[in-house]
């Protein structure tokens, strides 16, 4: 089982859809969390952490269920710039990072 | 605040050649990572400075890739000999508190 698992994807949505992706890790000692973007042919960029009580940013949502050991992230109002890369990222303490394989969104117009 | 820079952007080897990439972090920050990018994955760490130290380096090859960060500030990441599998972008990372702020890597084509 991989430490990060994501949605497979891609996901292909009409401008203005709402888009949830979904991502699971295996390491119950897990500490923090993040969702990063990357464009195509770009370096990845910090879209948002996220926290246990969620987190919103604008269209996007993040939520945190430690119990299941499961992170979301849910786009509104999807936009052509949100085209993207999406990342689940988890940091399980002394400084490992771990990325999943991540998300393709292609929102149409 | 500058941030991280890295070259070449690209470069195109054989395989069984020598090929070596060079990272600057953000000024001032002490803790450095090489990542590898394999296309359609996420990147993958393959080595952690803190200053002129390794913390970990449980995931590179060792019998093929070697990295150092002699002075503390910019690294050097070599691969010798190169295999068509090496093939990927390799990040090199600065971070800052929980953000890992990336350099625009270097895309390696190995044929």
């Known amino acids: 089982r991989k430490e990060v698992e994501q949605d497979p994807g891609p996901f292909n949505v009409p401008e203005g859809a709402t888009v949830a992706f979904n991502c699971t890790y295996s390491?119950?000692?897990?500490?923090?969390f993040f969702w990063y973007r990357q464009d195509c042919r770009k370096e990845p960029k910090l879209l948002m952490s996220?926290?246990?009580s969620g987190n919103e940013d604008g269209r996007f949502t993040a939520q945190l269920n430690r119990a299941s050991q499961y992170i979301s992230l849910l786009i509104r109002d999807s936009k052509l710039s949100d085209s993207a890369t999406y990342l689940c990222?988890?940091?399980?303490?002394?400084?490992?990072?771990?990325f999943g394989a991540g998300t393709r969104l292609f929102v149409k117009a | 605040e500058a941030g991280v820079a890295q070259s070449p952007r690209y470069k195109i080897i054989e395989k069984r050649q020598s090929v070596a990439f060079w990272c600057n972090p953000i000024?001032?920050?002490?803790?450095l990572y090489w990542y590898q990018q394999i296309l359609g994955q996420g990147p993958k760490l393959l080595i952690q400075?803190?200053?002129?130290?390794?913390?970990?380096d449980s995931q590179l090859p060792k019998d093929r890739f070697s990295a150092e960060r002699l002075k503390g500030v910019d690294s050097t990441l070599k691969i010798q000999p190169a295999k068509l599998e090496d093939s990927a972008v390799y990040l090199c990372?600065?971070?800052?508190?929980?953000?890992?702020?990336f350099g625009p890597g270097t895309r390696l084509t190995v044929l």
């Open positions: 990222v988890v940091n399980t303490g002394g400084f490992k990072t771990i």
């Open positions: 390491n119950s000692a897990s500490q923090s």
């Open positions: 996220v926290y246990s």
């Open positions: 000024s001032g920050h002490a803790t």
């Open positions: 400075f803190q200053n002129n130290g390794v913390v970990d």
């Open positions: 990372a600065s971070p800052a508190g929980d953000t890992q702020y």
